[in-house]
């Protein structure tokens, strides 16, 4: 399939129909997700909507309105002192992938964090020393490719499809670390300066 047009826009809870039938490729047939069943659309467009109250969440979408892949943040931990600090993740659709999706929608979810103060990104990610039908290891070089270096790695704490997997932690830095560090700023207070963000009609 050839690259395919698209722009890269804010979710809204009403994307949840789509970009669930995009997840559930994920949960159904592969261990890139540890999540056993797929959400409900309602379920899912919850998690939208309580990440937009913080959090970035943005979507690719096709001239014609379909949704090609999606691109959220989350806190990294629930006290304070991790403000600056973001758990990151990445979908696109099966259909389209390898096509330079997965990175555009990363670097829009890249300015818009660096535009509310964020300072690191985290990514939390399935690997296994032993390549099946459910997980190879593309995402570890996706996230090479893109900045991030390895910190950490858990063995065998994943279990799905029978098999044990291990997960792995990766960092990229994107901010300065300074004494006087400002407060983090919602999301949707910068969202409009992003500019790899289509501009709200």
């Not at 997700?33 to 979408?61: G, K």
């Not at 990175?103 to 964020?118: F, K, W, Y």
Request: one cysteine or more.
């Amino acid at each position: 399939m050839s690259s395919p047009d698209f722009f890269i826009r804010v979710a809204t809870p009403r994307d949840a129909g789509q970009l669930d039938v995009i997840y559930a490729h994920y949960v159904r047939d592969t261990a890139i997700t540890f999540e056993y069943d797929v959400p409900s659309i309602s379920e899912f467009a919850t998690r939208i909507h309580n990440t937009l109250s913080f959090y970035p969440w943005v979507v690719a979408e096709a001239p014609n309105g379909t949704l090609l892949g999606y691109a959220y943040a989350g806190p990294f931990h629930a006290r304070p002192a991790y403000d600056w600090a973001v758990e990151t993740s990445i979908y696109v659709d099966n259909d389209v992938r390898r096509l330079g999706l997965g990175t555009a929608l990363h670097n829009a979810l890249l300015q818009s964090l660096q535009a509310m103060g964020i300072t690191n990104m985290e990514a939390c990610i399935a690997v296994t020393k032993h390549p099946d039908e459910h997980l190879g290891n593309a995402s570890v070089d996706f996230h090479h490719k893109l900045g991030y270096r390895m910190v950490g790695r858990f063995e065998q704490c994943g279990y799905k499809f029978r098999t044990w997997y291990d997960m792995v932690w990766m960092e990229r830095i994107i901010g300065q670390h300074v004494t006087d560090q400002s407060a983090v700023r919602p999301f949707l207070e910068v969202a409009n300066t992003v500019g790899a963000l289509k501009p709200e009609a």
